[in-house]
């Protein structure tokens, strides 16, 4: 298991984390929201808006199963909705180290404030959709996941660190 999958909610950093983590060593990156949208042709948004969330949830799957065939060295971040799908956590496990970048919710609102680009907190009462989703995606990540990754209060280099460290650890356990 040489990839690392990066899941965790909207604003948890995968993304940003993922490209700095992929350089740092050597590695690919992908982004499962980019793959779709050069895919498609179109926005995620635009996804969620013409075909709606269901739509989109089996774009996310194929996504993943494709990379399945062939992925290696390389940094995934998912969409936050992607191990939600029932089957796609035991796909992403079967890929790599799947960590779980985790924040709180106040972490969250700030890193999404003024965001327009997320179909899921369009329109009011974003804080209380946060939660409601929060709620909802916790313990479907910590499931999912191998490891957990608080990027409350720390810096890309910490928890770059952090993620290399526990990859490190499981791989002296399990692939000596």
């Known amino acids: 298991m040489n ?3 990066l899941i965790g909610f909207m604003g948890s950093g995968k ?12 590695y690919s ?6 793959l779709i949208e050069k895919e498609n042709k179109t926005s995620v948004r635009n996804i969620f808006s013409a075909y709606g969330e269901e739509y989109f949830r089996k774009l996310e799957t194929a996504t993943i199963s494709d990379l399945y065939k062939n ?11 992607l191990p939600i799908t029932e089957g796609n956590d035991r796909l992403l496990r079967r ?10 919710q106040e972490t969250l609102m700030k890193r999404l ?8 907190l369009a329109g009011e009462n974003v804080e209380e959709k946060v939660y409601d989703l929060l709620q909802q995606r916790t313990p479907i990540y910590e499931k999912a996941a191998h490891f957990s990754v608080s990027t409350d209060h720390k810096n890309f280099n910490e928890i770059i660190d952090e993620i ?3 990859c490190n650890i499981q791989l002296d356990i399990f692939c000596s």
């Open 164 to 166: 290399i460290g526990l």
């Open 71 to 81: 992925m290696t060295r390389t940094v995934l971040s998912t969409g936050g909705g």
């Open 113 to 120: 404030q003024g965001d327009t680009s997320r179909p899921l």
């Open 15 to 26: 993304t940003s984390v993922g490209r700095q983590l992929a350089k740092k060593l050597q």
């Open 95 to 104: 890929l790599g180290h799947v960590i779980y970048l985790k924040a709180s």
């Open 29 to 34: 990156f992908c982004d499962t929201d980019e």
């Open 3 to 5: 990839n690392i999958i």
